[in-house]
């Protein structure tokens, strides 16, 4: 039979042959689906956030609680924060810090940003919750040390709750801080009394902020530390001009300055945090970055003051939000490994190394959220 022949032939049956394949079952084959590139970051994130779910003070009992580790306690804490060293518990110890739990509780936003899983924004609304009672109401306590990072984490909570009275106390620390009588005129130099009015300008809540670490031996990395979260809770609090560029201008002087170098304590903290707020301000980073990718070790991880994990989870932050990526692979991959089976990690704290802080752990979970991210 010719070729033209057996067309012709075949032809007519094809729609009865495909009809056929279609009524028995036999469907061209479905792709598999792509598998999800971060799955081990993802799955390293809800690790972690479980542990801070776990660690979170949540027993209804009245506990103690201070500004950071080692101050005189209070007693009267409501549950929703955590206790600094954690390591080796299984669940909350009934002591807080306040000055610890923006921080730690950016990790279960970045959690439930990533994840989906409604627990961790649960359990970030507590962390709000008790900073509204803890720092004072609708008010402002000036016994109480505000916190940048404390102000910025309610800002995004706000936002991503959609209930109002997180902002509202973020703007009241904001307000505290700028224009009222406050912790830092009364403190470590009374910088606020610098031009004889209330609140501070940017140049006297950097002196106070240096005085600060000073007063605790370290004061280098941690300085911007403390002070480039401002940047953006000034903005979501409405405030821009002289206040975010001047404290910017501030931060990248003192980060540039040759005599911040790699013999600093926290050095790699320091460059990786003042990047963040350079960048929220606008602000030029070269050189600031040119000294961080200096810094960074053989094995692409970034380590100071004897400690990986707080150093590496601050890079990945900085470099991942202004697309440097390429530069952190090795650093977030060790950020995978020096994970623990708890789903905390162990940094080097107060001397002593392998020990799991809380803050440390949110950290961890935020530099894996900003990779995926």
């Known amino acids: 039979m010719k070729n033209g022949l057996v067309k012709r032939v075949i032809a007519p049956f094809v729609p009865l042959i495909l009809a056929a394949s279609i009524t028995f079952g036999c469907h061209p084959p479905v792709p598999n689906p792509s598998p999800d590139v ?13 542990r801070l779910v776990e660690l979170q003070d949540n027993d209804g009992l009245e506990g103690q609680f201070a500004d950071r580790y080692g101050d005189t306690l209070e007693s009267g804490a409501p549950d929703g924060s955590w206790d600094w060293n954690v390591t080796g518990q299984t669940g909350p110890t009934g ?10 509780a ?29 720092i004072g109401g609708s008010s402002v306590d000036i016994t109480k040390r505000p916190s940048a990072t404390n102000a910025l984490f309610l800002y995004h909570l706000a936002e991503v709750s959609g209930e109002s009275k997180y902002r509202t106390k ?25 031009d004889h009015l209330p609140g501070c300008t940017a140049q006297e809540l950097f002196d106070a902020e240096k005085e600060f670490r000073t007063s605790l031996g370290d004061p280098n990395g941690t300085v911007i530390w403390d002070l480039y979260a401002y940047v953006e809770a000034a903005q979501k609090y409405g405030l821009g001009g002289s206040f975010v560029s001047d404290l910017a201008t501030l931060c990248k002087n003192y980060l540039e300055n040759s005599s911040y170098n790699a013999s600093r304590w926290y050095y790699s903290l320091g460059l990786s945090s003042g990047i963040q707020g350079l960048d929220k301000a606008g602000s ?12 960074q070790n053989v094995d692409g991880s970034w ?7 707080q150093n590496n989870s601050y890079a990945i932050m900085a470099l991942s939000k202004i697309g440097h990526k390429s530069d952190i692979e090795q650093a977030k991959q060790k950020t995978l490994d020096d994970q623990q089976a ?14 799991e802080i809380s803050s440390a752990d949110g950290e961890g979970i935020q530099a894996l959220g900003d990779y995926v991210n």
């Open 38 to 50: 971060y799955a081990a970051e993802k799955q390293a994130i809800t690790r972690a956030a479980d």
């Open 95 to 104: 002591t807080s810090y306040y000055g610890v739990t923006g921080i730690t």
């Open 106 to 134: 950016e990790g279960l936003l970045t959690a439930y940003n990533v994840i989906g899983d409604v627990r961790y924004l649960d359990s970030a609304k507590k962390a709000g919750d008790y900073l509204i009672d803890v």
């Open 170 to 194: 973020a703007n009241a620390i904001m307000s505290n801080l700028l224009y009222e009588d406050n912790y830092w005129a009364h403190n470590y130099g009374n910088h606020t009394t610098d």
């Open 284 to 295: 030029d980073y070269t050189n600031v970055l040119d000294k961080l990718l200096n810094a």
């Open 303 to 309: 380590t100071d003051s004897d400690d990986t994990v």
């Open 342 to 355: 708890n789903g905390g990690w162990l940094v080097f704290a107060n001397g002593n190394p392998n020990q």
